[in-house]
């Protein structure tokens, strides 16, 4: 069997590494704070349902967080974004924790 066939799936992957890695660099790169606002606003309305809007959300930086993204007229929701863009916490009425993401 030749060598470069016994060595093609290391290349291979090498290769899909290289590009995944990348394509999620980029991504990352060219993230700003309004992208992972206009996305979690769209969330909300998506949670809230009827009469939510995402003019309702407002977001300032965080403490342990990137990003606190405050929703709501009334009780307000609260997602505690990382840097990344993934969600951490959110916070519902009363300050009650509803989802807790991992420890980073």
Same mark, same amino acid.
């Given at each position: 069997? &030749?060598?470069? !066939?016994? @060595? +093609? &799936?290391? @290349?291979?992957? !090498? ?8 394509? =999620? ?11 992972? *606002? ?11 349902? /009827?009469?939510? #809007? /995402? +003019?309702?959300?407002?977001?300032? /930086? ?12 009334? &009780?307000?929701? =609260?997602?505690?974004? +990382? #840097?990344? $863009?993934?969600?951490?916490? *959110?916070? $519902?009425?009363? $300050? ?9």
């Amino acid at each position: 069997m &030749p060598r470069w !066939l016994v @060595w +093609s &799936p290391v @290349w291979g992957l !090498l290769g899909l590494t290289a590009v995944l890695g990348w394509r =999620e660099g980029r991504a990352f790169v060219t993230m700003t704070e309004g992208d992972v *606002i206009a996305a979690y606003a769209q969330r909300y309305v998506a949670q809230a349902g /009827p009469g939510a #809007r /995402p +003019s309702d959300c407002t977001a300032e /930086p965080g403490g342990a967080a990137w990003l606190v993204i405050r929703c709501g007229r009334g &009780p307000v929701m =609260e997602y505690h974004v +990382s #840097r990344f $863009g993934w969600l951490k916490r *959110i916070t $519902g009425p009363a $300050g009650r924790d509803i989802l807790e993401g991992p420890k980073t």
